[in-house]
């Protein structure tokens, strides 16, 4: 099962895509545990790591203990199922060592947390944070690495899966790599896992001597048409079938549009459709298609771009708007750059409106070269910079429509040399 799901995830991440330098599994007996047992090494060297007879309350869904203050009626808020009273013999970390220095470092911002509302989420878990459970028994738990020198024990999860963190570069054989690379600008974790990331995680490097992440971003949870997705509900959205169905850069730009990064959002095929006809369909598609059909019939094709036409208001426009597409990007609010993206996509629109450039192909033919150079410049940072890291192909369909290269060193005298295509996006009825 565990090799299907790591298959899967590196079929999705194709499909869709996303590059990636490198992917790691926790099962990797060569590159992974081996950095997971000179950590644990290291824990119990500095006294941080003593085993004790416990008895408590145990969620399958979290793989942790829990707290029976924790319980809504009797069963897990998130999981919706009734805790295990498990008594067994386990190793525990001294989380209590560290959690102040932690709370430290969190209100001073050397460990940022966003967004603030998972910061202070944070902070109060950590008032009430106890010492946690880091193994169970083989004989409840064979799936797993075995705790050094105590064959009667396995490494629970966030012993084991946390510090994939610091394996995947190699930390216990490559330590020029491992500085290199760490510490690590941001560590991207779903809420439900942010005690496990940002309190367990952060205490285990400073016990071990490393240095913190410098950042942690919280995402919240896609729901599907306002319920949260459950195998029992069923209404699991598989990603394959809407990729296949949508393409990938649609399914990409609904949920990095549509979804805010730092909260909770929701998915149906009739929200992904509206989206689709009114920002990708009447809005970038519709854009390029005028442009291209406006130098396509009344210029041979050929636009030879000159930046001393380029409109003022408009140069402004683009810096303004890169500004804020820039500072999205760098508080991980990716739908709020997106948002700036098609900013620009109204303003070329409007721009076109504005200035008629069918009719002044017939009535004034500089004029209209200046308009078709500017809304190139338009079209060109978008494709070439703005939208690229979001939509990728569609960027490159773009690029391709308008003859130009994905790096154009000299702007100035290019001549882009426009190529018949189909519409960008065609539009779509949603079936009723």
């Given at each position: 099962?565990?090799?299907?799901v790591?298959n899967?995830a590196?079929?999705?991440?194709?499909i869709?895509?996303?590059?990636?330098n490198?992917f790691?599994?926790t099962?990797?007996q060569?590159?992974?545990?081996?950095s997971?047992?000179?950590v644990w090494?290291?824990?119990?060297?500095?006294?941080?790591?003593?085993?004790?007879?416990y008895?408590?309350?145990?969620?399958?869904?979290?793989e942790?203990?829990?707290k029976?203050?924790?319980?809504?009626?009797?069963?897990?808020?998130?999981?919706?199922?009734?805790p295990?009273?498990?008594?067994?013999?386990?190793w525990f970390f001294k989380?209590t060592?560290y959690?102040n220095?932690?709370k430290?470092k969190i209100?001073s911002?050397?460990?940022?947390?966003?967004?603030?509302s998972?910061?202070?989420?944070l902070?109060?878990?950590?008032?009430?944070?106890?010492d946690?459970?880091?193994?169970?028994?083989a004989s409840?738990?064979?799936?797993?690495i075995?705790v050094?020198n105590?064959?009667?024990?396995t490494?629970?999860v966030?012993a084991?899966?946390?510090?994939?963190?610091i394996?995947?570069l190699?930390?216990?054989?490559?330590e020029?790599?491992?500085?290199?690379?760490?510490?690590?600008?941001?560590?991207?974790?779903g809420k439900?896992?942010?005690r496990f990331?940002?309190m367990?995680w952060p205490?285990?490097?400073l016990?071990v001597?490393?240095?913190?992440?410098?950042s942690?971003?919280?995402?919240g949870?896609?729901?599907?048409d306002?319920?949260?997705?459950?195998?029992?509900?069923?209404?699991v959205?598989?990603p394959?079938?809407i990729?296949?169905?949508?393409?990938?850069?649609?399914?990409?730009?609904?949920?990095l549009r549509e979804?805010p990064s730092?909260?909770?959002?929701?998915?149906s095929?009739?929200?992904?459709?509206?989206r689709?006809?009114?920002?990708?369909a009447?809005?970038l598609?519709?854009l390029v298609s005028?442009?291209?059909?406006l130098?396509?019939?009344?210029?041979?094709?050929?636009?030879?771009?000159?930046?001393?036409?380029?409109d003022?208001?408009l140069k402004k426009a683009?810096?303004?708007?890169?500004?804020?597409?820039?500072r999205?990007i760098d508080n991980f609010?990716?739908?709020?750059?997106?948002a700036?993206?098609?900013?620009?996509?109204?303003?070329?629109n409007?721009?076109?409106?504005?200035?008629?450039?069918?009719a002044?192909a017939?009535?004034?033919?500089?004029?209209f070269?200046?308009v078709?150079?500017?809304a190139?410049?338009?079209?060109?940072?978008l494709?070439n910079?703005?939208?690229?890291p979001?939509?990728?192909?569609?960027?490159?369909?773009?690029?391709?429509v308008?003859g130009a290269e994905?790096?154009i060193s000299?702007?100035?005298g290019?001549?882009f040399?426009?190529?018949k295509?189909?519409?960008?996006?065609?539009?779509?009825?949603?079936?009723s």
């Amino acid at each position: 099962m565990a090799d299907e799901v790591a298959n899967q995830a590196q079929e999705l991440v194709k499909i869709l895509n996303i590059s990636n330098n490198d992917f790691i599994r926790t099962s990797d007996q060569k590159r992974h545990w081996p950095s997971v047992i000179k950590v644990w090494n290291k824990l119990l060297e500095n006294g941080d790591l003593y085993k004790k007879e416990y008895e408590g309350l145990y969620c399958v869904g979290h793989e942790s203990f829990i707290k029976k203050s924790d319980l809504v009626d009797g069963v897990c808020p998130l999981h919706k199922t009734k805790p295990e009273t498990v008594k067994e013999e386990n190793w525990f970390f001294k989380l209590t060592n560290y959690k102040n220095e932690i709370k430290n470092k969190i209100e001073s911002g050397e460990l940022e947390i966003k967004p603030e509302s998972k910061k202070n989420e944070l902070l109060n878990l950590l008032g009430d944070a106890e010492d946690v459970s880091f193994s169970r028994p083989a004989s409840k738990l064979k799936w797993g690495i075995p705790v050094p020198n105590d064959p009667e024990s396995t490494l629970y999860v966030w012993a084991d899966a946390l510090t994939n963190y610091i394996s995947a570069l190699d930390y216990a054989s490559d330590e020029k790599k491992f500085n290199e690379y760490w510490p690590a600008d941001v560590h991207l974790v779903g809420k439900d896992i942010l005690r496990f990331h940002a309190m367990i995680w952060p205490a285990m490097l400073l016990s071990v001597g490393l240095k913190l992440p410098k950042s942690i971003f919280v995402h919240g949870f896609i729901n599907v048409d306002g319920q949260k997705m459950s195998k029992t509900v069923g209404n699991v959205i598989d990603p394959f079938k809407i990729i296949e169905k949508y393409g990938a850069d649609v399914v990409r730009y609904f949920l990095l549009r549509e979804i805010p990064s730092d909260q909770d959002g929701d998915f149906s095929e009739e929200k992904l459709i509206a989206r689709y006809n009114g920002d990708l369909a009447n809005g970038l598609g519709n854009l390029v298609s005028r442009v291209a059909t406006l130098i396509e019939n009344n210029m041979d094709s050929e636009l030879i771009y000159s930046s001393s036409v380029i409109d003022e208001e408009l140069k402004k426009a683009v810096v303004r708007i890169k500004e804020k597409y820039g500072r999205a990007i760098d508080n991980f609010l990716l739908h709020e750059a997106l948002a700036s993206v098609w900013e620009l996509i109204s303003i070329a629109n409007v721009y076109i409106n504005d200035h008629k450039p069918w009719a002044l192909a017939k009535e004034d033919k500089a004029e209209f070269l200046t308009v078709m150079t500017n809304a190139v410049f338009l079209i060109y940072t978008l494709s070439n910079f703005l939208l690229d890291p979001f939509v990728p192909e569609t960027a490159r369909k773009i690029r391709e429509v308008f003859g130009a290269e994905e790096k154009i060193s000299q702007i100035d005298g290019y001549k882009f040399i426009i190529k018949k295509t189909t519409p960008l996006f065609p539009r779509l009825i949603a079936k009723s």
